[in-house]
């Protein structure tokens, strides 16, 4: 791999080396969580098998945006920075499937268990939801770099703003439900996930749809199953020019590290599960009505 253009001069090598940066963070911050298990007395740290599920599943989404971090690359547009293999949108877009699926389910996992702890049909209702429109929006995603048809990545990022205007709903309808220290994270992350649907609505989705339909303006050719698993396998386009990658970094940048943040936070969840319990908000079984309350008076306890 070619480092020559690492110069502070190109705004390119230093988003480059601030992908590259984040990721050290990440890893460190993912080797903190499994201390954390470690000496968590509620795990079995000696037991290969024994793993915390949502800590596993961060542990492969913070692994998968860091390969990405390392080899970014545009899928539609074929371009990457490092002339290898591994810059291969096949091998970049299976990866990043996985991560992304893992990071589907943890929300999913979390949002279950705060609605089972909360009694909220409505946050399980769409916890269930959660892992099927990512597995939709993956499709629709490899439809798009597979056909070069950028529809699939404006079908995607629209499944992405709806699966997590879902867990915004859910997480404001749980914070209710909680209170002290529990009702302030849950109503934080609720917040977090609103300006989530906000970037998605205001910038992203809309950057696809201008795509599209310079796309369409253009009569762009469209590649068909064969020929654009071939072309996705075999063909990427090495380039440091900032006026190629300008719209990826704001994306991406944030990508890498606020949601791999959110993904550990989530990863941390098991260590604190069975301490929510206590932070759930008791209400009466009856409303109180200021009114005296009527007892029936049978005849045989008149007779008595």
């Not at 499994?34 to 024994?50: D, E, H, Q, S, V």
């Not at 542990?59 to 920075?81: K, M, T």
């Not at 070069?148 to 859910?170: D, K, M, P, Y």
């Not at 704001?250 to 206590?278: E, I, K, N, Q, T």
């Amino acid at each position: 791999m070619n480092f020559d253009w690492l110069d502070w001069s190109n705004p390119v090598a230093v988003w480059w080396s601030f992908l590259v940066a984040v990721s050290a963070l990440n890893f460190v911050l993912l080797l903190g969580l499994r201390a954390c298990y470690r000496a968590n007395p509620f795990g079995a740290p000696k037991a290969i098998f024994a793993i915390e599920p949502l800590a596993f599943l961060s542990a492969v989404y913070v692994a998968g945006c860091a390969f990405r971090s390392i080899l970014p690359r545009a899928d539609v547009q074929r371009i990457c920075l490092f002339n290898t293999w591994l810059s291969s949108v096949l091998v970049g877009r299976s990866i990043a499937t996985a991560a992304e699926l893992c990071f589907a389910i943890q929300w999913a996992i979390v949002i279950y268990e705060l609605g089972r702890i909360a009694h909220s049909d409505t946050a399980k209702n769409i916890s269930r939801l959660i892992v099927p429109l990512i597995a939709l929006a993956e499709a629709c995603s490899w439809y798009a770099v597979i056909s070069t048809n950028f529809l699939g990545n404006v079908l995607e990022n629209s499944l992405w703003t709806v699966a997590f205007t879902l867990v915004a709903i859910a997480l404001a309808r749980l914070a209710v439900s909680f209170r002290g220290i529990a009702r302030w994270i849950i109503a934080t992350t609720a917040v977090g996930a609103a300006g989530y649907v906000l970037f998605m609505t205001t910038v992203d989705v809309p950057m696809y749809v201008q795509r599209w339909q310079a796309e369409l303006a253009d009569g762009g050719h469209l590649l068909g199953l064969f020929s654009g698993l071939q072309d996705l396998a075999s063909r990427w386009v090495v380039t440091h020019s900032f006026a190629q990658w300008h719209n990826e970094i704001l994306w991406m940048s944030l990508y890498f590290s606020v949601a791999v943040w959110a993904s550990l936070l989530l990863g941390g969840f098991g260590l604190v599960r069975h301490l929510l319990p206590r932070y759930r908000v008791r209400r009466p079984l009856l409303r109180p009505t200021g009114r005296p309350l009527a007892v029936p008076i049978s005849s045989s306890s008149i007779m008595r």
